[in-house]
């Protein structure tokens, strides 16, 4: 089994910033793209950011430059540094994560979501 934990979302006014953490935990044996997604109510779930295990990273437009993926191997972790928020980011954010799993291959999982609420 494999579990995601997410934390960092909240309330924020617009202009400031927020950090997310998804973090995976069990027979983990490799992990290769890290991702985060969002879902506005009555829109569709959307990619946020993602990154590679060799670290390569890819933004959508409407985040670039001022939000930055990142991910720690050892921790089995990805994070997303938002700043410049602005009241259209906000929405449930959820990670996910492409997972290889010992003697089970691989699969996408995914957090539980956190609210992320961007006040104008």
């Known amino acids: 089994q494999v579990q995601l934990v997410e934390s960092g979302g909240g309330l924020v006014q617009a202009g400031g910033s927020l950090r997310l953490s998804c973090a995976a935990s069990g027979s983990i044996s490799s992990i290769n793209s890290m991702g985060w997604y969002r879902q506005a109510p009555g829109k569709q779930r959307e990619l946020v950011a993602a990154?590679?295990?060799?670290?390569?990273?890819n933004y959508a437009d409407s985040v670039k430059g001022r939000f930055a993926i990142s991910r720690d191997n050892a921790k089995n972790a990805v994070y997303l540094q938002m700043n410049s928020l602005k009241p259209e980011d906000t929405a449930v954010y959820y990670c996910?994560?492409?997972?290889?799993?010992?003697?089970?291959?691989?699969?996408?999982?995914w957090g539980q979501g956190t609210q992320v609420t961007v006040s104008s």
């Open positions: 990154i590679t295990s060799g670290g390569s990273t």
């Open positions: 996910k994560l492409h997972v290889t799993r010992w003697f089970h291959g691989s699969n996408d999982y």
